[in-house]
């Protein structure tokens, strides 16, 4: 049965990778440089016996760097799968890069095949994955190789969840191959126990990213506001991870606010830097405001002297590995990805790290657990519709006391979770040290 499948996967990936070619060519650009690496071509050189740690886009990767540190004595290969992250990756761990000791690579494609290929050339000792990646080949080639699979910061969304359990006759018997989860939360666990991963190799470990956040408040940084081009009496909405149609009710929610709050500032960043150039059109030519670009700013020179944003002025930020210091100088956060259906949401608990009150729409299903732990302590509402969040929006404008109690809770959640990555470290050491010497948890095929 697994033989047939994997035949059959196979064949699909042989129709689908010219489609896939056609496109890197066409309409989808971005993809052409690293084409051939997806395919398990151009890898390069690897070092001696890796650690293959992956991470699918940028808040993965935002919540690994910190844990690679830990294991510095090892050769690293670190993979990811979004054009962002691999840029992120650049500029964050540019040092360990260029001196060889980590290796960075597009995931290839879950080809059998390819993903073969990429075993034979890499040879790792473990595979190490953020998160929620379940690529079928992935683990059934680690596992034929005799590569342990940990799976870390683990969690499934109920879509995905149920969606396996559909699927139960296959993915029960990918799942039972992996030799380590360390799993977000309680029901996390409780739904890889559900798909077949024995209870001795589940750990309730926490979230990571509680750990990675910045460990100061906002208002330890009164100097940023106005470095950044933003007075010390504006108040700042920073729109994160905006997708298509949330910045037009962002926008649209901005124009009816600031005709009361003369001070009022919106900063937003897409999610996705594609649509950088989509949203500055839509800022001048949909609301009829300007946008300064952070990018072409003096601002990141942190000058007294800059020039201040007007009203009128929507700040963009088109750069990749800023936001925090958005959140920083911000008083209010909105979370994208959360009013358009088919997305999920994204981390709330950056802005929390800042004590920011949050705001999210109705689509989180991706971060369920900690959405509804922040919503139940205070410190995030949810709202269903765009009328809903600009009426908050304006219950937060009006009171100060209301965004200082909403922003401490949130800070209070993230305080009280920061010991994760000691556990995390701690449970993939002993992994890593107990495979790498006997290989006991793999299982052959």
Known sequence: MISIFFFFYELVWIILVPILYILSRTSVPKWRNSFKQRLGLNLGNFPSKPLWFHAVSVGELNALIPLLAFFDSFNIVLST?????????????AHKIDEGRIK??????????????????????????????????????????????????????????????????????????????????????????????????????GNIKFAVLPSSKKDQNPELKRSMGFNYSDLVIIAASTHASEEAAILSMYQELRLKHPHLRLAIAPRNPDRFPIVDELIFSAAKLETVKYSKTPFKKKNE????????????????????????????AFVGGTLVDGVGGHNVLEPAAFALPVIVGPFYYKNTDIVEQMEKAGALEVVESKLELKEFMELLLDSKERRVIMGSQAYKIVTENRKVLKVVTDKLNEFISENSKTLKDVTKV
């Open 81 to 93: 799968t979004t054009e962002s992250s691999q840029e992120l990756a650049k500029k964050k761990l």
């Open 305 to 332: 002297d800059n020039e201040l944003l007007k009203s009128e002025d929507i700040l963009l930020i088109d750069t990749i590995g800023d936001l925090m210091n958005f959140f920083a100088i911000s008083d209010i």
């Open 104 to 205: 960075l690579i597009y995931m290839p494609f879950d080809s059998p095949s390819t993903i073969e290929k990429t075993f034979m050339v890499m040879k790792p000792e473990a595979l190490i994955i953020m998160e929620t990646e379940i690529w079928p080949s992935l683990i059934h080639v680690a596992n034929k190789k005799q590569v342990p699979i940990a799976i870390i910061n683990a969690r499934l969304a109920d879509k995905s969840f149920n969606n396996y359990k559909k699927a139960y006759f296959f993915f029960h018997w990918i799942f039972s191959k992996i030799s380590l989860v360390l799993a977000q939360t309680p029901e996390d666990s409780r739904k890889f126990l559900s798909l077949n991963v024995s209870s001795e190799k589940v750990f309730m470990t």
